[in-house]
């Protein structure tokens, strides 16, 4: 079967690589180069424990800040604002209670069974050692956050996640590096990337060595189905014939979703930030998220990773990079001693979000769709290459897929 993959991130190169271990030609086309923009710019979060909706009805209570405060944990460009409503009607409609708590629960399936399948990933390809199991801290500040975390903790337990309530002191306790605060939960299954570059480039490695065809700035502008399969448009002209396709070019996905399959995927983009600190890969022992403030702080080989926020300004608006910069200052407010800032790296990148907060993934005859996965792309990607290699070659998927079907959008 001669595959095309659309996407070179990691969504695309876990799926090429499960294809290829089972005997099959696979291309993947990237843009840019593997494992870039969101995928070597997130967070290296494992994270297990976000199993809420960006959908929300406390996220509309923040809107008027979302326009007023550029530097904000949620924020909204007003001059965007005219082209997201569609998108941003279709998410207030998954904001209703009921709509709500089916997204939840769907996230939830997604995020039970992702650690696990990394795992199976790191063993079936010998990864180095790139997978921390430490888990996550998630830090309250403010009083009134952290007065909810106990009910939270145990609303967790019984979902089947393991997690810990920690009080100020017990929080300092656990990572001396802390400045006091009002408690936090430590998540006990979740994990991270201490070196996310070399884990793309293991992986794309791995995937030449298995005889996958790796093209990188090919850039696929148009595609349409015909008679006699796929056909396939690069940006520099070029056409190619594909007998099938799988589709995961994150934000880069809706028109060619539509293309394909006639389904206008309603598909936005978190703009998400980072900052890198090279001089600090050792001030903390494990992630630390703020539930105040919205970011995460993630030791990594090479420093120390502040990563996180959302921003709704599109494809096409130069990054703010005031944003990633401002991570920095809040980080200190969280610490006991300020920040080395010395050689720090800015950097944005997108963040593929449908309405309803989930993933597409499904199989629409010879055209394969993983793509949407906001802010887990990297969390889901080992599971949902799974699911992928079970629809291409017709066997039950791991989990009930009614959730994330294209046709849910029809």
Same mark, same amino acid.
């Given at each position: ?13 876990? *799926? ?49 800040? @979302? ?8 924020? *909204? /460009? ?8 569609? #998108?941003? #009607?279709?998410?207030?409609?998954? @904001? ?21 399948? #990394? ?30 975390? +106990? ?34 939960? %430590? ?17 794309? $490695? ?6 996958? /065809?790796?093209?990188? %700035? ?20 070029? %056409? ?27 598909? /936005? ?32 080989? %090479? ?38 800032? $010395?050689?720090?790296?800015? #950097? ?12 597409? *993934? /499904? ?34 998927? +791991? ?12």
């Amino acid at each position: 079967m001669n595959t095309h993959i659309i996407g070179g991130g990691i969504i695309g190169l876990t *799926i090429a690589l499960n294809l290829c271990q089972r005997g099959e030609t696979v291309t993947l086309h990237e843009a840019e180069t593997p494992f870039g923009g969101a995928s070597l710019g997130n967070a290296g979060h494992i994270a297990t424990e976000y199993n809420y909706p960006v959908a929300s009805l406390a996220t509309l209570r923040k809107l008027p800040a @979302m326009l007023i405060n550029p530097l904000g944990p949620l924020r *909204i /460009d007003w001059r965007y604002l005219p082209k997201m409503l569609p #998108w941003g #009607w279709q998410m207030f409609t998954n @904001m209703l209670p009921a709509r709500y708590q089916h997204n939840h629960r769907a996230l939830l399936a997604l995020n039970r069974e992702s650690l696990a399948a #990394w795992e199976r990933l790191a063993a079936r390809w010998q990864l180095p050692p790139l997978l921390r199991h430490d888990g996550i801290l998630h830090i309250a500040s403010r009083a009134k956050t952290a007065a909810r975390l +106990p009910a939270h903790a145990a609303q967790l337990q019984a979902l089947g996640f393991p997690c810990q309530y920690l009080s100020a002191d017990e929080l300092r306790e656990f990572e001396p590096a802390l400045a006091r605060q009002h408690g936090g939960i %430590h998540y006990q299954k979740s994990a991270h990337i201490t070196d996310l570059a070399a884990l793309g480039a293991t992986l794309a $490695d791995r995937l030449r060595a298995s005889g996958g /065809d790796i093209r990188e %700035h090919s850039r696929i502008t148009a595609a349409r189905r015909e008679n006699s399969g796929i056909s396939l448009q690069t940006a520099d002209g070029a %056409h190619i014939h594909a007998e099938r396709v799988i589709l995961c070019a994150g934000a880069h996905s809706k028109a060619l979703a539509e293309n394909l399959t006639g389904v206008r995927v309603p598909l /936005d983009t978190e703009r998400g930030y980072h900052l890198m600190l090279p001089g600090e890969a050792a001030r903390l022992r494990l992630p630390v998220s703020s539930i105040d403030h919205s970011f995460v702080m993630t030791p990594m080989q %090479h420093g120390l990773r502040l990563a996180g926020t959302v921003e709704y300004a599109g494809l096409e608006a130069p990054p703010n990079m005031a944003r990633a910069r401002n991570l920095k200052l809040l980080a200190e407010k969280l610490l006991q001693a300020p920040l080395n800032g $010395d050689g720090a790296e800015a #950097w944005m990148g997108f963040r593929p979000t449908t309405a309803d907060s989930l993933p597409v *993934i /499904d199989r629409d005859g010879d055209v394969l769709l993983a793509f949407g996965h906001q802010h887990l792309g990297l969390t889901q990607a080992a599971l949902t290459a799974e699911i992928l290699s079970a629809l291409y070659f017709g066997e039950t998927p +791991p989990l009930d897929l009614t959730p994330y079907r294209l046709r849910r959008f029809a």
